[in-house]
């Protein structure tokens, strides 16, 4: 690079600016402003307050552009001081007030951090905030923040929220809602805010509002949520109010919002809110018996399965498809030859996934005798999972579905009964009913001897009734744990299914009968089934933040190796999708410390090199008192050993927990991602064997092109684990789209690994994950504009995922049944459209792009790059939908999954 002083020589240097001439008028007005801050100065005080009132006239009359300082202001810069100086000298109050006032606006031109703005604007005269423009309120609001955050409680402060007190009204009129919210927030007062707003700004403030709440600390965050409540409540906005007591997570709330929204339709509206957060709300004496009937029909899910089926026929994907359609083994070069019953069980696998809620295939319930001989095919547990395969099939129909399970229920053999017992959960996954069929199917053998039908049957109460909190269903599943005579993997199971049951609750017999479990089994060799009963506490207070303080407290009582990963995990869950990011860096921090299993290794290595690591070939047994140190030394290693285990595993739920808390915030799950680029650069193989689970629950149907490059890499990568994880977490990123460009990847994959049994296993799960529903059905938690997050179908994901974080031996082995889980994840992402009566209303929409309209002036398009079609239709991620006719009002202004819409008026036009 040539130095700075290589110039061509015959450079000439820059001439200098010329100086702007200014016009006679500016001079004029220059000198008559020089000529009153000379008579400030004079000693005859007669002469002050003209001349203020004169300066006054000139500042409030001067006209500017947007990007330029009023002549006046930028004339009488240079005065400043001396105007100070004149304000201290000056005996009057009422000149020294209007000084105030002039210094106080002259003050926001200047760079300084002096606050001398606010500090004059308090000394000056009580003239309104109008007359000196949006400018200056702006700069003012500044100053208050800045100041009331140096201050303690005292009259300072209180003279702050008095000022604040006159500018909240004046961006209020002004279409500066933003603003006012922001000033009220840095002053913890938003309690000032409500008499200010009216039917005509009420929806810019709580959009605001809404969209701060990721970015608050807590307890803020519960504080705006409660704001946009009241503010939605006082304006009869019921679907909105709803909204937010859902996000609060607060059934208290929830059910006043149903007592006071007083509207039939409306109320049957949120009805279908509340069944798509698996909430069900008491009626008693909310509403008479008949309504009562409609509305608990509506939260149970019951229409689920009529309106998918009405989709599907719309979209014509009604043709069932086998595993050989998925895999498009005729155009492979060569079929993959790995042992048959591995790849059966894949095959159950993905043609439960792809025809899930469809009630029809071409393997098992449509192969009739071939069904049967195909779950015989299959070995051990192979043989419960390929049954209970039947339920994902008939998912979500209830009545339909139990009439064919229930002959497999009749079997001989263990296994299928096992299977029949899940496969029963999983139809009830997400509906509700009445007459409660699971529990009455499945309580029976909950205590049964044989250990895969205790499983079955714990499993599917889970399922049946996972977010029900169900008192019935705990008493069942609560002895399970107190049972000695038990395995601990049928605890776990047992554990996990409490967890769901009762996810988000923070119940706290669940949490006691947990916690006893926890301190009082042996838990040395069970360290898998372990971490799965502490799961199941972290769902149990599932984004309840600080209400885990106590149990964590408890869990740091463990002994050492498990105390540390308990406390992660239920800290994870309890700051789940609340994007904190002070938990974020205790995670980081985790992840960031060095591997104890690399230090043992290395420490390993350098003993191998001094000729430590073991006795010489041929060498005289050691005397007994040198066994007895030796066998001390094994034991010690062995500890060690399982310490770093520990630690390893500690590391890789850390990875998974950053994900856990970012999970549905925009900015968060972007900052997360370049945290896992760094952690898989820099990690060590603990870290870099979570990063692919963090990421496929990160973007769980949300296929982007960067995370899917990322893991497209580590599919191929040299340790087994990591491509493992990675081919799993392609099918959950684009799970229920039929993404062509992951379809093709997927293909090659499976020729890659075509002789590895176990890589292949995943691959197959991927490419059925991929095809979920034959595109249909969408795995994410995140739902209604991506605003809620259903603690249900994230238990699932978590349970899934935990399986999968420890594939080796979960997965790959006896625990493929837990691949099930996923079933709570799995809704349509279907918009479908009802009228008054209920009855389905075909209209035209339009399905583009959603567009941010946050604090945006006017009333911006809210979508762009629109389809439209007639419902029912499919909403991909990030997608909204709008009306595209005057002819109905959608009841709700978030149109996703069911929808009531009302006849417009004659002449009047749809909102």
């Known amino acids: ?541 599932l984004n309840r933040q600080a209400a885990a303080e106590v149990t964590l407290a408890t869990l740091a009582t463990l002994p050492a190796p498990h105390n540390t990963i308990a406390c992660t995990i239920v800290e994870s869950c309890a700051y789940a999708a609340t994007g904190n990011v002070l938990k974020i860096q205790k995670l980081l921090h985790v992840c960031s410390a060095p591997s104890e299993t690399e230090a043992l290794k290395a420490e390993a290595a350098a003993a191998a090199e001094n000729g430590t690591a073991a006795p010489a070939a041929g060498a005289a047994p050691a005397p007994a008192s040198k066994d007895g140190k030796a066998d001390a030394s094994k034991d010690k290693s062995k500890e060690k050993e399982a310490k770093a285990k520990a630690s390893d595993m500690n590391q890789a739920f850390s990875v998974l927990g950053i994900a856990m808390i970012a999970l549905g915030e925009e900015i968060g799950t972007d900052m997360a991602l370049r945290t896992f680029n760094h952690l898989l650069h820099y990690g060590d193989q603990s870290v870099r064997r979570a990063v692919p689970v963090a990421l496929g629950l990160l973007y769980v149907s949300n296929p982007q092109l960067n995370v899917l490059d990322i893991l497209s890499k580590l599919s191929h990568d040299s340790d087994a684990e990591v491509a493992h994880a990675a081919i799993i977490a392609m099918g959950l990123v684009s799970a229920g789209t039929n993404q062509a460009r992951v379809a093709a990847m997927l293909r090659t994959l499976a020729q890659y690994y075509g002789k590895d049994a176990n890589a292949l296993f995943m691959v197959r799960l991927a490419q059925g994950l991929l095809h979920t529903g034959k595109g249909s059905i969408t795995l994410s938690p995140l739902h209604t504009e991506r605003s809620l997050v259903s603690p249900v179908a994230l238990a699932g994901l978590l349970c899934t995922l935990s399986a999968v974080m420890e594939s080796q031996t979960v997965l790959l082995k006896s625990g493929h049944f837990m691949l099930f889980h996923l079933a709570l994840a799995m809704y349509p992402r279907i918009l479908c459209t009802f009228d008054t009566s209920l009855a389905p209303l075909s209209v035209p929409v339009r399905v583009g792009q959603a567009v941010d309209v946050v604090a945006q002036a006017g009333r911006p398009k809210t979508i762009t790059g629109f389809v439209t079609s007639t419902t029912p239709v499919l909403l991909g991620y990030g997608e909204r939908a709008q009306l595209a006719t005057d002819q109905h009002a959608p009841l709700t202004p978030l149109l996703e999954g069911f929808v009531i819409l009302k006849k417009t008026p004659e002449g009047h036009e749809a909102k």
């Not at 110039?7 to 006679?24: C, L, N």
């Not at 909105?240 to 006071?260: E, F, H, N, T, Y």
């Open 1 to 541: 690079m040539a130095a700075k002083d290589d110039k061509p020589k015959d450079a000439k240097p820059a001439a200098p600016a010329a100086p702007v001439e200014m016009s006679e008028e500016d001079k004029q007005l220059k000198a008559d402003l020089e000529l009153l801050v000379e008579r400030l100065k004079d000693t005859d005080a007669s002469l002050h307050k003209p001349a203020l009132q004169s300066l006054i006239t000139h500042i409030r009359t001067a006209t500017s552009s947007m990007t330029s300082v009023p002549k006046p202001l930028k004339f009488l810069r240079s005065h400043f001081d001396a105007i100070r100086s004149a304000y201290e000298n000056m005996m009057l109050d009422e000149n020294k007030a209007l000084a105030a006032d002039i210094l106080s606006l002259m003050a926001t031109t200047r760079d300084n951090d002096l606050r001398e703005c606010l500090k004059y604007r308090l000394a000056g005269s009580d003239t309104p905030l109008e007359q000196w423009g949006h400018e200056y309120v702006r700069h003012l609001q500044g100053e208050i923040a800045a100041e009331y955050a140096t201050q303690e409680e005292g009259p300072a402060s209180a003279q702050l929220i008095r000022l604040a007190a006159e500018i909240v009204p004046y961006c209020m009129k002004h279409n500066a809602e933003a603003e006012a919210c922001d000033l009220l927030m840095e002053l913890e007062r938003l309690d000032l805010l409500a008499p200010h707003v009216d039917d005509k700004s009420y929806e810019r403030v709580c959009l605001y509002l809404f969209s701060c709440v990721p970015y608050v600390a807590e307890p803020e965050d519960t504080l705006l949520l409660q704001t946009c409540l009241d503010l939605y409540s006082r304006f009869g906005q019921w679907p909105q109010a709803m909204l937010m007591a859902l996000r609060l997570g607060d059934s208290d709330k929830i059910r006043q919002v149903l007592v006071q929204c007083t509207d039939r339709d409306v109320r049957r509206q949120i009805a279908f809110m509340l069944a798509r957060q698996n909430h069900m709300v008491p009626l008693e004496g909310i509403v008479e018996d008949d309504e009562a009937d409609i509305l608990t029909s509506l939260m149970s899910n019951s229409r689920l399965s009529e309106s998918f089926l009405s989709l599907a026929r719309e979209l014509d994907i009604m043709e069932p498809k086998t595993p050989d359609d998925i895999y498009k083994t005729n155009v492979e070069p060569q079929r993959s030859t790995v042992d048959s019953a591995r790849a059966n069980l894949s095959a159950a696998f993905v043609n439960a996934f792809v025809n899930a809620g469809f009630g029809s295939d071409k393997l098992m319930l449509s192969g009739g005798a071939n069904g049967s001989q195909f779950i015989h095919k299959q070995k051990d547990l192979g043989i419960m999972s390929a049954t209970a395969s039947i339920g994902m099939l008939l998912l979500w129909d209830v009545d339909g579905g139990l009439s064919q399970i229930d002959a497999y229920m009749l079997s001989n053999q263990d296994y299928v009964r096992a299977g029949a017992l899940l496969a029963v959960g999983i139809v009830s996954a997400g509906v509700r009913n009445d007459c409660d069929p699971a529990l009455a199917l499945l309580s029976e053998f909950t205590m049964h001897n044989t250990a895969c039908l205790r499983i079955g049957s714990s499993m599917g109460l889970g399922l049946a009734y996972a977010g029900s909190a169900n008192e019935g269903v705990a008493d069942l599943l609560l002895p399970v744990l107190e049972d000695a005579s038990a395995s601990f993997e049928v605890v776990a199971v047992a554990a996990l299914a409490l967890g769901q049951i009762y996810v988000g609750t923070a119940h706290g017999g669940v949490t006691e009968a947990l916690v006893t479990t926890i301190l009082t089994r042996d838990l040395t060799g069970n360290e898998t089934h372990v971490r799965s009963v502490v799961l199941a506490l972290g769902l149990l207070y």
